[in-house]
């Protein structure tokens, strides 16, 4: 992990921290599972840590907010059917925000294997964008 990244993490309280990187975890995993990803790296969007693939999908972006200190988003580009993709799958499993984000709560769980779906339509979008 690049110094400018690991400070980001770094920086969050100790129990988002945490987190976050058992989420950064979640999300590698699924990056590097799958042949069809051509994932990219990670690099800082915003100032938050955000994974790209090279062509084969769209961009993720986790970050945690101390104005909402209970819970830590994921966002895809809002300019996607992704997140309409996502309320059809799974319509009462996550929290949507609008058009790219999905709100998830601390210290209370969330279900793994659906978020992980998730994340690899969001990493090969650009592969099924006809299809959703």
């Given at each position: 992990?690049?110094?400018?990244?690991?400070?980001v993490?770094?920086?969050?309280?100790?129990h988002v921290?945490?987190?976050a990187?058992?989420?950064?975890?979640?999300?590698?995993?699924?990056?590097?599972?799958d042949?069809?990803?051509?994932?990219?790296?990670?690099?800082?969007?915003?100032?938050?840590?955000?994974?790209?693939?090279?062509?084969?999908?769209?961009?993720?972006?986790?970050?945690?907010?101390?104005?909402r200190?209970?819970?830590?988003s994921?966002?895809?580009?809002?300019?996607?059917?992704?997140m309409?993709?996502?309320?059809?799958?799974?319509?009462?499993?996550?929290?949507?925000?609008g058009?790219?984000?999905?709100?998830?709560?601390?210290?209370?769980?969330?279900p793994?294997l659906?978020?992980?779906?998730?994340?690899?339509?969001?990493f090969?979008?650009?592969?099924?964008?006809?299809?959703?």
């Amino acid at each position: 992990m690049k110094n400018d990244i690991s400070e980001v993490y770094n920086n969050y309280p100790k129990h988002v921290k945490s987190e976050a990187l058992e989420l950064r975890d979640i999300i590698l995993k699924v990056a590097i599972r799958d042949d069809e990803i051509d994932y990219g790296g990670e690099v800082l969007k915003w100032g938050e840590p955000t994974f790209v693939t090279k062509t084969s999908g769209s961009t993720l972006r986790l970050a945690w907010k101390a104005d909402r200190p209970n819970s830590i988003s994921l966002f895809v580009n809002c300019r996607t059917k992704l997140m309409a993709a996502f309320k059809q799958m799974y319509p009462i499993d996550f929290e949507y925000i609008g058009s790219r984000e999905i709100r998830l709560p601390l210290g209370r769980g969330y279900p793994i294997l659906k978020l992980e779906k998730c994340i690899e339509l969001t990493f090969k979008y650009n592969l099924l964008k006809n299809l959703l």
